[in-house]
């Protein structure tokens, strides 16, 4: 049973930091991307980050970009978010996503992925 369990969410200031975590079980993804997407309270889930099996390609939202890092431990089947600068719009339940079928292609779909993990909330106050 393959299981992704997210962990490091929590309420924060603005402008602090927080580390997310994404531990896989039940299957290696060291070939495959991994992503982390957020969703807000009654919107859409959206796409924040992503890394490619090797972890040489990274992706981002325009929105995080300079604020966000995503990164990965291979040898711990494991994908990190360092979130900096944290901002209220940050506020959102965070969820880690691994794509089993693509090893070339990072994906920035949510469809394209297809195991989630439960979601961490993450909660910024102005």
């Known amino acids: 049973q393959v299981q992704l369990v997210e962990s490091g969410g929590r309420l924060v200031q603005a402008g602090g930091s927080l580390r997310l975590s994404c531990a896989a079980s039940?299957?290696?993804?060291?070939?495959?991307?991994m992503g982390w997407f957020r969703q807000a309270s009654g919107k859409e889930r959206e796409f924040v980050a992503a890394?490619?099996?090797?972890?040489?390609?990274?992706y981002y939202v325009d929105s995080v970009k300079g604020r966000f890092t995503i990164s990965r431990d291979n040898a711990k089947n494991t994908v990190y978010l360092q979130m900096n600068s944290l901002k209220p719009e940050d506020t959102a339940v965070y969820y880690c996503?691994?794509?089993?079928?693509?090893?070339?292609?990072?994906?920035?779909?949510?469809?394209?992925?297809?195991?989630w993990g439960q979601g961490t909330q993450v909660t910024v106050s102005s």
């Open positions: 996503a691994g794509d089993s079928f693509r090893t070339v292609v990072t994906s920035r779909r949510p469809e394209d992925y297809d195991y």
């Open positions: 039940g299957r290696t993804f060291s070939r495959n991307p």
């Open positions: 890394i490619s099996g090797s972890g040489s390609d990274t």
